[in-house]
């Protein structure tokens, strides 16, 4: 169920005066996302939370607007993009979903058309996910479909989001049957990556978005892997300058990509790595034992583990890799029963990456290099589960 509350009206403007006066000696970093006249900037800095108004005004959207957020993130930050929408002279109603996967479904779209219906938004209204990538693929499906589309703004508040959700336009929701099973493209008017938020993230969330972090440096960048390995100790630590420049590294690479393929007919499936068995594990526990990050680290290491048998990946990038992972704290391995490996496997079938029948795997020869569209027998698919399960 969602929950819908009128505006409120906290006083921030002093913090915001002294909050401007620190952020004119911090650094905003900008990257771009090409993609012609649908083109939009990607802001990482510390305190952007508090220039949402302006940030949005600049834009120049119309005055009434709808805040998608959750029940952890909104009594956290809700009050403060409020205000700074308020100060800007905008007309914000917040609309509060359950924290959670479970809330990337279905039902809760339509319980979010229904509440900006009955705040009267418009077609040229916007909307604005303030949380992590649950909020941003459920609000942004809302903008999607609402009116047959309305602008959105994603002000990324995990480190998941800051690094990949809230970039490149895909929005959608769950089935039953399987992830993002029904969604769309549909890119952000802005992207607001504000590092000040991710103080309030928990530890286990910060880590399942280093997966993702990871996951550039193994398809796409070997100087960012090797960076990583050096700097995790930092990164863990939340370490400002060092987060900023590689959630901006993050950034541009994921750019590059959506730039070359925003729909994902080519390059763009290897942001995909890890995410066959990935998605499969978070689809037969039912969206709930594991973090989506936590799903795609282990999904990761037994793509990485396909790789070595199929495309030579040598075996001291491959203990690399685990080892990164473990660094960072994350689940590299998987306990499953005989039953469940048969489930992990008709999961995976259902996966949006099934093309005529057949699963399709992103894999790596090399860190910093990635293959996508590679068939692997199913007998080697089960034996690395089988492997990971003895090992687990
Ligand atoms: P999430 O949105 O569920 O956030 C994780 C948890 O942290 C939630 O409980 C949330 O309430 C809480 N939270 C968020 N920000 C907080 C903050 N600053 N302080 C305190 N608590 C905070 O999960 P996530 O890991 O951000 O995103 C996972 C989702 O993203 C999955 O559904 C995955 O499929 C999706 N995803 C989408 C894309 C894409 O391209 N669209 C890419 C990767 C992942
Ligand atoms: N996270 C995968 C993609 O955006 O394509």
């Given at each position: 169920v969602c929950s819908c509350s009128s505006p409120k009206y906290f006083t921030f403007a002093h913090m915001t005066k002294k909050m401007s006066s620190n952020f004119q000696r911090r650094k905003i970093r900008v990257v771009d996302v090409q993609l012609g006249h649908r083109s939009y900037s990607i802001k990482v800095g510390a305190g952007l939370l508090s220039r949402l108004g302006k940030e949005c005004a600049g834009l120049g959207f119309e005055k009434s607007c709808a805040i998608i957020s959750d029940s952890n993130v909104a009594p956290l930050y809700a009050a403060q993009a409020m205000e700074s929408l308020n100060l800007a002279g905008f007309n914000p109603v917040l609309v509060t979903v359950p924290a959670g996967e479970k809330s990337k479904c279905w039902e809760m779209v339509q319980a979010c058309h229904e509440q900006i219906a009955k705040h009267?938004?418009?077609?040229?209204?916007?909307?604005?996910?303030?949380?992590?990538?649950?909020?941003?693929?459920?609000?942004?499906?809302?903008?999607?479909?609402?009116?047959?589309?309305?602008?959105?703004?994603?002000?990324?508040?995990?480190?998941?989001?800051?690094?990949?959700?809230?970039?490149?336009?895909?929005?959608?929701?769950?089935?039953?049957?399987?992830?993002?099973?029904?969604?769309?493209?549909?890119?952000?008017?802005?992207?607001?990556?504000?590092?000040?938020?991710?103080?309030?993230?928990?530890?286990?969330?910060?880590?399942?978005?280093?997966?993702?972090?990871?996951?550039?440096?193994?398809?796409?960048?070997?100087?960012?892997?090797?960076?990583?390995?050096?700097?995790?100790?930092?990164?863990?630590?939340?370490?400002?300058?060092?987060?900023?420049?590689?959630?901006?590294?993050?950034?541009?690479?994921?750019?590059?990509?959506?730039?070359?393929?925003?729909?994902?007919?080519?390059?763009?499936?290897?942001?995909?790595?890890?995410?066959?068995?990935?998605?499969?594990?978070?689809?037969?526990?039912?969206?709930?034992?594991?973090?989506?990050?936590?799903?795609?680290?282990?999904?990761?290491?037994?793509?990485?583990?396909?790789?070595?048998?199929?495309?030579?990946?040598?075996?001291?990038?491959?203990?690399?890799?685990?080892?990164?992972?473990?660094?960072?704290?994350?689940?590299?391995?998987?306990?499953?029963?005989?039953?469940?490996?048969?489930?992990?496997?008709?999961?995976m079938q259902n996966d949006k990456k099934v093309s005529a029948g057949a699963v399709k795997f992103v894999l790596t020869a090399s860190i910093g290099k990635a293959s996508f569209g590679c068939q692997v027998p199913n007998e080697l698919v089960v034996s690395t589960l089988s492997r990971l399960r003895g090992t687990a």
């Open positions: 009267r938004l418009e077609r040229k209204s916007f909307i604005i996910a303030l949380g992590g990538g649950v909020v941003g693929d459920l609000a942004g499906f809302v903008a999607a479909t609402y009116l047959r589309g309305v602008d959105f703004v994603q002000v990324a508040t995990t480190l998941l989001a800051q690094v990949d959700s809230s970039v490149g336009g895909k929005v959608g929701v769950n089935l039953r049957a399987g992830k993002n099973l029904v969604g769309a493209f549909h890119q952000p008017r802005l992207v607001l990556s504000d590092l000040e938020t991710l103080a309030t993230l928990p530890m286990r969330e910060f880590r399942a978005g280093m997966a993702e972090v990871i996951k550039y440096g193994i398809v796409f960048d070997a100087e960012l892997f090797n960076q990583l390995e050096q700097s995790m100790a930092k990164l863990l630590d939340q370490d400002t300058r060092t987060m900023a420049a590689v959630i901006e590294r993050c950034c541009e690479i994921k750019a590059a990509v959506v730039w070359q393929d925003e729909t994902e007919s080519g390059i763009r499936a290897i942001l995909n790595f890890g995410h066959t068995i990935g998605h499969g594990l978070e689809a037969i526990s039912s969206y709930g034992n594991y973090l989506h990050g936590e799903a795609i680290a282990i999904g990761q290491v037994a793509a990485a583990r396909l790789s070595e048998k199929l495309l030579g990946l040598p075996e001291e990038e491959m203990n690399r890799i685990e080892a990164l992972f473990q660094r960072a704290g994350l689940p590299t391995q998987v306990q499953l029963n005989e039953g469940q490996q048969q489930d992990l496997i008709a999961a």
